[in-house]
């Protein structure tokens, strides 16, 4: 049993689904391992991780529709409001998806589905530089 970790940044320009599935897909199969599971982990409060359609971009258009609705800039139940109307929203988007994937390797490849792709979705309107880890376990 090996393992091996690495981080990706990734430069956002306001809140979108970013597609990392090319980085990811990369770093992994340059691993030189067949079979094992990926960690990917994003060390934010305020963007996250998730695994969706990466086929018809409207899925992404409309994951953002749903968030910007279920959890509105400048609702006034959030009282945390020091780095701005989108912060709070941030944090409660981030609470409701993932900071942590768990992805099978096997053949050598992440086992992603068909039509998957793995997106780090940022929930701030400012650039930022986000961090993910990789880390790798198997042989």
């Known amino acids: 049993m090996r393992q091996t970790t690495s981080q990706i940044s990734i430069s956002t ?3 979108r689904l970013y597609d990392i599935t090319p ?3 990369d ?3 340059g691993s030189g391992m067949q079979t094992g599971v990926l960690t990917l982990y994003i060390q934010h409060t305020s963007a996250s991780l998730l695994i969706n359609e990466n086929y018809d971009s409207d899925v992404l258009v409309d ?3 749903f968030f910007a609705r279920l959890v509105p800039e400048g609702d006034p139940l959030f009282i945390h409001t020091v780095e701005g109307p989108d912060d709070m929203p941030a944090h409660v988007r981030a609470a409701l998806t ?3 994937l768990s992805i099978p390797l096997l053949d050598g490849r992440i086992a ?3 039509w998957q792709g793995i997106f780090l979705y940022e929930h ?3 650039s930022h530089t986000r961090r993910v880890l990789l880390h790798l376990i198997g042989e």
Do not use: D, I, N
């Open 13 to 15: 320009r306001g809140q």
């Open 23 to 25: 980085q990811v897909k």
């Open 27 to 29: 770093w992994a199969s």
């Open 63 to 65: 994951m953002e529709a």
């Open 98 to 100: 993932q900071t942590s």
């Open 112 to 114: 992603l589905g068909q």
């Open 124 to 126: 701030r309107a400012m």
